[in-house]
């Protein structure tokens, strides 16, 4: 046997055809994959596909509920205080920013400059009725927090069930 004839560009178009041909069902596998978990995942993501890298910023939030508030933590590195808007319509927490970073370097006959734009809002939909007019925002070292206070009905519907041991 010819080893050159095991070197893929060697062979003829039609044995390179039926080599892609081959490889045809494990790429349609991965598209399948890839559509399933961007159908299931469309909710959080406002529908942003998760796989194509050419999609804007989107940053990572973190929910935590206690019998008094709900706090939302959510890492937004490379953004300042000037391009971030938070607000609150209905029972939901809108998260608005635009990322705008500009690198520049010139070195002896090497000129380089890198510009990323993008623009992104998150929407947080609360689960319980918050009290507007208590609600604190905080944002230090590309840290957004808030804190937002359950009203104080919400408050107070809450019941806690004691379990008794058998």
Known sequence: MNTKSLIPWRKSNNQLATRQGELEPFLRLR???DQMFNGMLSDWTGGMNLF??????MPIVD?????????????????EEKDLEVSLLDRALYIKGE???EHEEE?????RCERQYGAFQRVIELPAEVDADKIKA???KGVLKVTLPKTEEV????????????
């Open 99 to 101: 990322k705008r970073e």
């Open 63 to 79: 929910v935590h509920e206690t019998a008094k508030e709900i706090r939302v933590t959510a890492e937004l590195p490379g953004l």
């Open 31 to 33: 598209q399948d994959i």
């Open 52 to 57: 194509d890298r050419t999609q804007t910023f």
């Open 138 to 140: 905080s944002f230090k």
């Open 107 to 111: 070195k002896r006959d090497v000129y």
């Open 155 to 166: 408050q107070s519907t809450r019941r806690v069930i004691p379990l008794e041991t058998t």
